[in-house]
């Protein structure tokens, strides 16, 4: 048997990695053993795709299939997004999904009692208080809305930015306020990285709490929990300074924030302690369950971490 030349991959886990890159007019390829970016003019851009969690594809990319099995092997998330990310049409699952965590998910959500204080720790980890008691989840839900309004108006005005409402129309992207777009911007660069943890840790990004009936609703729930403390106060200190082009301006802004904030450490523990609110049993693997396409180094993490 022929020795291969190269050796075989040993992906990084996701909290090793940086969050995200976006791409957009170019084709990518896998060009001597190494993932690139080919534009218009010929010219390579090699990407450690190995290290990224997550690439956020944008109008006036092509994907070779030689790309995609390499996004896959090293477990990089794929997703094809509309312009600055305000639609999203497909994602590459980066493996590791596990019947075992999405039949624990889907109980919890179908439990109403176990899904109430889900979402009850998911209101406490986000605004740290305690919510009302004796309250649904609509109510919550309602409760949740007004605060994040009132958090809006008043990121607002410490930046200096004319605020109306949360408010844009995807199929006429300019025509939105800047603000707006960069709320929209900022948005997308969290939503891909919680995606990408989430389907990680073996999860279903659409069995939702909160959010319910969107393929990606498990998605903004957890993406909520970390929202204001990272990319919501850059998309509004963005929108203060007026930019000629706000959507780069707010994606190097989030991408430095995820930086500084360790983001990637703290996603994927974070969904296991929300989901461990339910008080429900986790389920052991089953003895033929396939093990995790980015596993972690023996030793590293708890026993819900990546498993």
């Not at 450690?48 to 090293?74: F, K, N, Q, Y």
């Amino acid at each position: 048997m022929t020795t291969p030349i190269l050796p075989p991959l040993k992906p990084l886990p996701i909290k090793d990695r940086i969050s995200v890159l976006y791409i957009e007019k170019g084709n990518l390829d896998v060009i001597d053993g190494a993932f690139v970016v080919v534009d218009v003019t010929g010219v390579r851009t090699h990407i450690p795709i190995g290290t990224v969690a997550c690439l956020m594809l944008e109008p006036g990319t092509r994907v070779s299939h030689s790309a995609v099995v390499l996004a896959g092997r090293v477990g990089c998330l794929l997703v094809w997004i509309g312009e600055a990310g305000v639609r999203l049409y497909a994602a590459g699952q980066p493996g590791g999904a596990r019947s075992d965590r999405l039949l624990y998910q889907a109980k919890l959500a179908l439990d109403d009692t176990a899904r109430l204080k889900v979402v009850r720790k998911m209101y406490a980890l986000r605004f740290k208080e305690e919510p009302p008691e004796r309250r649904s989840v609509e109510q919550l839900r309602g409760i949740e809305g007004v605060r994040v309004r009132k958090m809006y108006e008043l990121l607002a005005r410490q930046h200096g930015v004319e605020w109306h409402r949360r408010n844009y129309d995807h199929t006429t992207w300019e025509s939105g306020d800047i603000p707006n777009r960069c709320l929209s911007s900022a948005t997308a660069c969290i939503y891909g990285i919680c995606e990408a943890a989430i389907l990680a840790a073996g999860y279903a990004p659409a069995v939702g709490f909160i959010h319910t009936g969107k393929p990606q609703s498990f998605v903004y729930d957890i993406a909520d929990i970390f929202k204001f403390e990272t990319v919501v106060p850059v998309a509004f200190r963005i929108a203060g300074k007026n930019p000629r082009d706000p959507e780069r301006e707010v994606r190097l802004a989030c991408r430095d924030a995820f930086r500084q904030s360790h983001i990637l450490d703290k996603i994927i523990p974070m969904i296991e302690e929300v989901l461990a609110a339910g008080g429900l049993e986790v389920p052991k693997a089953h003895e033929e369950a396939v093990a995790p396409a980015i596993p972690n180094k023996e030793g590293i993490g708890d026993a819900g971490y990546r498993g």
